[in-house]
């Protein structure tokens, strides 16, 4: 090989990486639509069709407060747990959350903060993937005011181009299990 061919082929292995893991960030936002939880322990989702093409979450920045959010999980599904409402009860946990096929992409609880991917890092959803809706869960530990209406929510920095690591989340156990003190072996 010559030497020139060594340094075209550098720098089209560098520039093809760069192409690759740059990408314009660009953001998305999920938010509650001005919703009133009326009794405690309220589960409520809304959703939210991701654009057409494949996107790689990088950053999940919560725009929530621990006074009035409990918790919020994010869910990629195939189809939302309801068509044609803003928002909708779906119960606790996962339950309506999705119709079809769902994955839990991030959690958030208590006031923490943004998560930023490591560098190259991202969750891949939308194209050809079983993601195509994003659903926002929050579960309300108390009933809101009678003039106060949440909008808590996520903005997303999502990247469209393909990112070297794919992130996920495994979930070991999603159910209770009670494990005996002293137990030999399971």
Known sequence: MRKEEIY???FVTVFLNCYMTRGDVEKIAIHMPGVRPKKNDS?????????????FI?????????????????????????FGSKAWNCGDMGSGTCTG???ILFGW????????????????????TEIQYLTLQIHYAHALE????DRSGLTLHVKTAPQLNLASIYLLLASSAYIPPNSKGL
């Open 43 to 55: 589960y409520i989702c809304t959703s939210l069709k991701l654009p057409a093409g494949d996107s």
């Open 146 to 149: 009678a003039k106060h209406y």
């Open 8 to 10: 075209i082929c550098v």
């Open 101 to 103: 096929s769902e994955s």
């Open 58 to 82: 990088v950053k999940y920045e919560p725009d929530a407060h621990k006074e009035t959010a409990h918790h919020m999980l994010l869910f990629g599904c195939k189809k939302p747990g309801r």
């Open 109 to 128: 609880a208590r006031d923490a903060p943004a998560l930023q991917l490591p560098k190259d890092v991202g969750f891949r959803v939308g194209g050809n």
